[in-house]
């Protein structure tokens, strides 16, 4: 069973940087896509960026595009989010999820994904 671990959230203030970091362990015997989705509170969760398996291939929602930037290790077996020009709407907790049925984005919904980490906080403040 692979397992996916995020790490690199915080609190930044308004106009700052982060870089979210997902780290997969486990059995990884495939190519996988991978996401990234956010969470506010009283929200649903909503995706933010998603690449293939080589990263050729990139999707952003329309809130992000232009300021965040998905890439991915897979020598390291890491998938990174690099976050810039945060804005307080940012704030929420972020989660990456791999898609294990193959090396391409199928989508941008939840249900795509099927193996989650358990999320990190990103505070933004004003």
């Known amino acids: 069973q692979v397992q996916l671990v995020e790490s690199g959230g915080g609190l930044v203030q308004a106009g700052g940087s982060l870089r979210l970091s997902c780290a997969a362990s486990?059995?990884?015997?495939?190519?996988?896509?991978m996401g990234w989705f956010r969470q506010a509170p009283g929200k649903e969760r909503e995706f933010v960026a998603a690449?293939?398996?080589?990263?050729?291939?990139?999707y952003y929602a329309d809130s992000v595009k232009g300021r965040f930037t998905v890439s991915r290790d897979n020598a390291k077996n890491t998938g990174y989010l690099q976050m810039n020009s945060l804005k307080p709407e940012d704030t929420a907790v972020y989660y990456c999820?791999?898609?294990?049925?193959?090396?391409?984005?199928?989508?941008?919904?939840?249900?795509?994904?099927?193996?989650w980490g358990q999320g990190t906080q990103v505070t933004v403040s004003s």
């Open positions: 690449l293939s398996w080589t990263g050729a291939s990139t």
């Open positions: 486990g059995r990884i015997s495939s190519r996988y896509a």
């Open positions: 999820a791999s898609d294990s049925s193959g090396a391409v984005v199928r989508g941008t919904i939840v249900e795509y994904y099927n193996i």
